[in-house]
């Protein structure tokens, strides 16, 4: 229980032109999401966390306008790369809070499998 | 200062041999969990073991065990009987907050694991 579907899982576009990610809860709400980028190598930053049916929290130095998150249902959150460049290619992951009152999978955290983007 | 620390970039363990993989963290908050990943070169994050902070035993899961010291703010994970399948970046995680709230995952710069057949 408790899968969260992520795609695609890999994306090669032009630069100048918009992504969406992606993130599906299939069988079960989640009510927050997190999304994260990990450049290779490299830990995992939280870019922003999405409650459903509010606006994205974003953290410090992540372009709101640039990275778009909507999380407009329960089992539906995406994040729009907006006008991409080559730095914006990365390996993005995102991570649904799952309600330890209804499901406990993983203590409460499950993952997309990911979502690797190549910007040319 | 970092909330999640992993000293160790890499690490190599013959094939059957344990291995020790080490975390400390950081945080005032009296309730958290502790939570180790692993991410293969596919780059899913396949999830551990899991230790809360009031959790009296060390928690273990198959060939994982987490030392968890919560004096000294550690939480090393322990493979046993390592594997080729065991070769992969893994992370240390913290929630710093009860279980029951949307608090989010700080990771820590994670220690590639290299198993030598």
């Known amino acids: 229980g408790a899968v969260v579907s992520q795609h695609p899982s890999r994306v090669i576009c032009k630069s100048g032109t918009s992504v969406k990610i992606e993130c599906r809860s299939l069988d079960f709400q989640a009510t927050t999401m997190f999304w994260y980028r990990q450049f290779p190598k490299q830990s995992l930053m939280l870019m922003a966390t999405?409650?459903?049916?509010?606006?994205?929290?974003?953290e410090q130095g992540v372009e709101k306008d640039k990275f778009l998150i909507n999380h407009a249902s329960l089992t539906l959150s995406t994040l729009t790369v907006t006008s991409a460049h080559p730095e914006d290619s990365s390996f993005y992951i995102c991570s649904a809070r799952v309600s330890t009152g209804t499901v406990t999978a993983n203590y409460g955290y499950t993952f997309g499998s990911g979502t690797r983007l190549t910007v040319v | 200062a970092q909330k999640i620390t992993q000293t160790q970039p890499g690490m190599f363990v013959q094939e059957k041999e344990a291995v020790t993989l080490d975390c400390t963290y950081d945080t005032s908050d009296p309730s958290y969990g502790l939570f180790w990943y692993k991410q293969p070169s596919s780059g899913e994050m396949i999830f551990l073991i899991y230790?809360?902070?009031?959790?009296?035993q060390n928690a273990t899961e198959g060939r994982y065990s987490l030392n968890f010291q919560k004096a000294r703010k550690s939480a090393n994970l322990v493979i046993s009987a390592s594997q080729l399948g065991d070769s992969a970046m893994y992370f240390c995680a913290m929630r710093e907050g009860p279980g029951a709230g949307s608090y989010q995952l700080t990771f820590g710069k994670g220690t590639k694991l290299s198993v030598i057949p």
């Open positions: 230790q809360g902070s009031y959790d009296q």
């Open positions: 999405s409650n459903e049916g509010s606006k994205a929290t974003y």
